[in-house]
């Protein structure tokens, strides 16, 4: 059964930094397509930052310059670098994984994924 577990989150001050890592287990963790997401309560969750099989990375207008996807295949994981935090940033964030390979207008659609972690939640304050 294919599993995402988030870690990471946390609360932090304006600025700051944190690291987003999700473990990876029971599929081919190298050749499935990744990516980050985040939601606010009561509003439609969002693409940060997606990752495809031979590394090639895509971000959201938002987040670009300051965040970094990244992922381990030795060990199974996903990870997020965020850099330059802002109270915007304030989100649950999901990982999420599929098999598919998709064009990269559609990465950030969720409905695209067909496996998500519980999320981990990110605070940021001014």
């Known amino acids: 059964q294919v599993q995402l577990v988030e870690s990471g989150g946390g609360s932090v001050q304006s600025g700051g930094s944190l690291r987003l890592s999700c473990a990876a287990s029971?599929?081919?963790?190298?050749?499935?397509?990744m990516a980050w997401f985040r939601q606010v309560s009561g509003k439609e969750r969002e693409g940060v930052a997606a990752?495809?099989?031979?590394?090639?990375?895509r971000y959201a207008g938002s987040v670009q310059g300051r965040f970094s996807i990244s992922r381990d295949s030795a060990e199974n994981t996903l990870y997020l670098q965020m850099n330059s935090l802002k109270p915007e940033d304030t989100a649950m964030y999901y990982c999420?994984?599929?098999?598919?390979?998709?064009?990269?207008?559609?990465?950030?659609?969720?409905?695209?994924?067909?496996?998500w972690g519980q999320g981990t939640q990110v605070t940021v304050s001014s």
């Open positions: 990752i495809d099989a031979d590394g090639s990375t």
């Open positions: 999420a994984a599929d098999s598919r390979r998709f064009a990269w207008w559609s990465v950030f659609l969720p409905s695209k994924y067909g496996y």
């Open positions: 029971a599929f081919t963790f190298s050749s499935y397509s």
